[in-house]
Nanobody
Framework: QVHLVESGGGLVQPGGSLRLSCTASGSIFSINTMGWYRQAPGKGRELDAQITDGDNTNYADSVKGRFTISRDNAKNTAYLQMNSLRPEDTAVYYC???????????????WGQGTQVTVSS
């Protein structure tokens, strides 16, 4: 079993910054891609940023130049540094990871429980 735990969400004023963290724990053999998704009220879940185990990154156009994804493989942790936040960034942010556990020979998709980010004055 694997658990992804996010932290770092909260209330911030427009133009402010937040740093989200996501730590994977459990019977982990290997972690491939880790990513951050958002889901605003009444909308579907959308990809913000991804990072591979080789540190290749991919960003949604709406966050390029403002958000930076990184990871610490020794800690099984991914981070999302969010700068120049806008009211439209308000959403629940979910961590995603593609993980192979010690009992499997294939990778599976795992999700965290989400953390609320609210950008408001």
């Amino acid at each position: 079993q694997v658990h992804l735990v996010e932290s770092g969400g909260g209330l911030v004023q427009p133009g402010g910054s937040l740093r989200l963290s996501c730590t994977a724990s459990g019977s982990i053999f290997s972690i491939n891609t880790m990513g951050w998704y958002r889901q605003a009220p009444g909308k579907g879940r959308e990809l913000d940023a991804q990072i591979t185990d080789g540190d290749n990154t991919n960003y949604a156009d709406s966050v390029k130049g403002r958000f930076t994804i990184s990871r610490d493989n020794a800690k099984n942790t991914a981070y999302l540094q969010m700068n120049s936040l806008r009211p439209e960034d308000t959403a629940v942010y979910y961590c995603n990871a593609i993980i192979r556990t010690t009992s499997m020979v294939f990778f599976m998709n795992w999700w965290g429980q989400g953390t609320q980010v609210t950008v408001s004055s």
